[in-house]
């Protein structure tokens, strides 16, 4: 069965660094890409950006210079980490794979002191 | 960045009625693979988001044939035929086709 689960803190503070983990399993991060994307309460879809099955990533130009994705194939886990994060950063954070067609469950994160 | 609009915002619509969405893009979403880079998603209350659609035109696996998609290179609907209750949600296209992927501001389907 595909599974997806994010984890992280659920408070972060104001200029810090979010960091993320998404766990898979049902399939293998060198098969399929991993996506992130976010939803600040009551709004919309972001993409955020992606690890692909092949290693290489690809992020969002409106947070590329505060973003970056890895992994570690061998737990199937793929890392969000992103800094000099700001209120309008607080969101639910997904894990998402390949085409969108499986996600986790999603994890809030508030920015707030 | 490609702009996906959405209408209308909400839609109520009486159980066993139909509903269309339409989503417009500010760029053909027609890829040099002749793959149509649309795609549609149902987000129920509470939870994450579902694929329905993918190019433009599939039906992801488990999605019941009550949902068709069809559409141009720049102009696309969604169609619910016969709404039932577990169809509540807000309803979102997005594209792929190059970078950033984003997204609709999303539909919100009720039912009166």
């Known amino acids: 069965e595909v599974q997806l689960k994010e984890s992280g803190p659920g408070l972060v503070q104001p200029s810090q660094t979010l960091s993320l983990t998404c766990t898979v399993s049902g399939f293998s991060l060198t098969d399929y890409s991993v996506h992130w994307v976010r939803q600040p309460p009551g709004k919309g879809l972001e993409w955020m950006g992606v690890?692909?099955?092949?290693?290489?990533?690809a992020y969002n130009s409106a947070l590329k210079s505060r973003l970056s994705i890895s992994r570690d194939t061998s737990k199937s886990q793929v890392f969000l980490k992103m800094n000099s994060l700001q209120t309008e950063d607080t969101a639910i954070y997904y894990c998402?794979?390949?085409?969108?067609?499986?996600w986790g469950q999603g994890v809030m994160v508030t920015v707030s002191s | 960045d490609i702009v996906l609009t959405q209408a209308p915002l909400s839609v109520s619509v009486t159980p066993g009625e139909s509903a269309s969405i339409s989503c417009r893009s500010s760029k053909s979403l027609l890829s040099s693979k002749g793959i149509t880079s649309l795609y549609w998603y149902l987000q129920r209350p509470g939870k994450s988001p579902q694929l329905l659609i993918y190019q433009m035109s599939n039906l992801a696996s488990g999605v019941p044939d009550r949902f068709s998609s069809s559409g141009s290179e720049t102009d696309f609907t969604l169609k619910i035929s016969k709404v039932e209750t577990e169809d509540v949600g807000v309803y979102y296209c997005g594209h792929r086709l190059e970078y950033p992927y984003t997204f609709g501001a999303g539909t919100k389907l009720e039912l009166k």
């Open positions: 998402t794979r390949d085409t969108f067609d499986y």
């Open positions: 690890m692909w099955s092949g290693g290489s990533t």
